[in-house]
């Protein structure tokens, strides 16, 4: 039989609402006599700290880490290191999980690359560049250089006329002054 605090908390007419997730909910969770009553509002992010932190470490090096594993590295609950993640992934700290190919693994998606070497009219173009570019699904990384080059974009491509597409449409942009695309011919490494 639960304690009478206990009971009072549980019978509490707010926690039905809290439960229920409705529009006033900041209100009465502000105005609820037990602290462990208020439930975190949905997309309310505290201010990350060292704990969250190491939580974000971990599952850098390695994303299918368990919750289990991940708790028993920084000495907390299973419960609790899935209450940060979750939160962390609803006020999109945490925005996905991703595989990265080795060199050895398989050739996903188009099985060709190339370099774009991107010259712009001056100033510090890249960034509006970026923009026009990050987008597209095949772009594998964007660098921003020093010295006569200005941007190179590294892509893969199926067939030779998306790469003619990609270039036609950075050549449209009025801060490309020239665009050079350099098919790969063999990658050693």
């Known amino acids: 039989m639960p304690c009478k605090a206990c ?24 105005a609820l006599p037990f602290p462990a009553a208020r439930a975190p509002i949905q997309g309310e992010m505290k201010k990350i700290d060292d704990i969250d932190v190491k939580i974000l470490e971990i599952l850098s090096e390695d994303a299918r880490a368990s ?4 708790g ?13 993640i979750t939160r ?9 999980y991703r595989v990265v190919l080795g060199e050895q693994g398989p050739r996903v ?6 370099f774009l070497i991107i010259r712009h009219s001056g100033g510090s173009d890249c960034h509006i560049i970026w923009k026009e570019i990050k987008q597209h ?3 594998v990384e964007c660098h921003s250089l020093f010295g006569p080059l200005d941007l190179i974009i590294k892509m893969r491509y199926a067939k030779f006329e ?28």
């Open 7 to 30: 009971r009072l908390q549980r019978d509490h007419p707010a926690n039905e609402a809290i439960r229920r997730n409705v529009p006033a909910l900041r209100q009465l969770a502000i």
């Open 109 to 114: 998606g188009p099985a060709n690359e190339a």
């Open 162 to 189: 998306e790469l003619m597409s990609v270039k036609e449409h950075l050549s449209g942009i009025t801060e490309v002054r020239e665009v050079t695309i350099c098919p790969v011919l063999k990658t050693w490494s």
């Open 137 to 139: 699904p095949n772009v």
């Open 67 to 70: 919750i289990s594993e991940i």
């Open 72 to 84: 028993r590295r920084i000495h907390k609950s299973r419960t609790a290191v899935e209450a940060r």
């Open 88 to 96: 962390m992934e609803e006020a999109r700290v945490i925005q996905g």
